[in-house]
């Protein structure tokens, strides 16, 4: 399994943190974001993987190197100009050698999860599509309240899980997918409504741990789960 990994993000809410380094670079307990996601990688059966950064580039190269000491073969599609997302997915795709079928994965590199790919992959393969969307459930970031029919208070729930879903911002994707990627700019805004506009962009439904990461807050919340065993580490 090979994979692409969007790691050119500036990270302009976890400031200082992220003054010296790209926010995939930021550290939870002493390891970076980025070393956390490859070891799951590793772990999920993916033995490549591109890079695509652009933003302090050189920090990640200089840790990471050619890959040897994480278990993953390591390029880097590096940026000479910020290309957003989609610009950014569509240069590291362009570095992978698929065959017409063969899926590979593509996250953002600031996810945390423990989520099975080969569930995900699984479900990519039977439905057939160029694209799958890893989704999780919307949990509100408040508390809510209860309110029953006589306008008092019926009870406190805290940060419930709400019945939406939101894009993980993981992805199982084919070569087909390349030639609909901007070559600068979102994906989320151009490729892929116009492939759910075509009813060809698929959905797994995950319940793994799953935290995007992109507060001062989130970092804290993340390191608690790590000490809970909530995140495998290893």
Same mark, same amino acid.
């Given at each position: 399994?090979?994979?692409?990994?969007?790691?050119?993000?500036?990270? +302009?809410?976890?400031?200082?943190?992220?003054?010296?380094?790209?926010?995939?670079?930021?550290?939870?307990?002493?390891?970076?974001?980025?070393?956390?996601?490859?070891?799951?990688?590793?772990?999920?059966?993916?033995?490549?993987?591109?890079?695509?950064?652009?933003?302090? $580039?050189?920090?990640?190269?200089?840790?990471?190197?050619?890959?040897?000491?994480?278990?993953? %073969? &390591?390029?880097?599609?590096? +940026?000479?100009?910020?290309?957003?997302?989609?610009?950014?997915?569509? $240069?590291?795709?362009?570095?992978?050698?698929?065959?017409?079928?063969?899926?590979?994965?593509?996250?953002?590199? !600031?996810?945390?999860?423990?989520?099975?790919?080969? !569930?995900?992959?699984?479900?990519?393969?039977?439905?057939?599509?160029?694209?799958?969307?890893?989704?999780?459930?919307?949990?509100?970031?408040?508390?809510?309240?209860?309110?029953?029919?006589?306008?008092?208070? %019926?009870?406190?729930? +805290?940060?419930?899980?709400?019945?939406?879903?939101?894009?993980?911002?993981?992805?199982? &994707?084919?070569?087909?997918?390349?030639?609909?990627?901007? !070559?600068?700019?979102? $994906?989320?805004?151009?490729?892929?409504?116009?492939?759910?506009?075509?009813?060809?962009?698929?959905?797994?439904?995950?319940?793994?741990?799953?935290?995007?990461?992109?507060?001062?807050?989130?970092?804290?919340?993340?390191?608690?789960?790590?000490?809970?065993?909530?995140?495998?580490?290893?």
């Amino acid at each position: 399994m090979q994979a692409v990994i969007l790691a050119g993000g500036k990270g +302009e809410r976890l400031r200082p943190f992220t003054q010296d380094r790209p926010k995939a670079m930021v550290e939870i307990r002493g390891v970076p974001l980025l070393e956390y996601q490859l070891r799951w990688l590793r772990r999920e059966g993916v033995d490549r993987a591109v890079i695509a950064c652009g933003y302090r $580039h050189e920090v990640i190269q200089e840790y990471f190197g050619d890959g040897a000491r994480v278990g993953v %073969a &390591l390029e880097y599609a590096v +940026e000479a100009e910020p290309l957003g997302r989609g610009g950014g997915l569509k $240069h590291g795709l362009g570095r992978l050698q698929l065959g017409p079928d063969e899926p590979c994965v593509a996250t953002n590199g !600031d996810v945390i999860t423990d989520l099975r790919l080969a !569930d995900a992959v699984a479900v990519h393969r039977r439905a057939g599509l160029p694209a799958t969307v890893v989704v999780v459930p919307f949990v509100s970031p408040y508390g809510i309240v209860e309110v029953d029919g006589e306008g008092r208070v %019926a009870g406190f729930r +805290e940060k419930p899980q709400l019945p939406y879903w939101i894009n993980a911002g993981i992805y199982i &994707l084919t070569a087909q997918v390349a030639p609909l990627l901007p !070559d600068r700019g979102d $994906h989320e805004d151009t490729t892929f409504p116009q492939l759910s506009a075509q009813r060809r962009l698929g959905a797994y439904r995950a319940r793994a741990f799953w935290r995007g990461v992109d507060t001062v807050k989130d970092l804290s919340e993340v390191a608690e789960a790590i000490e809970r065993g909530l995140v495998l580490t290893a």
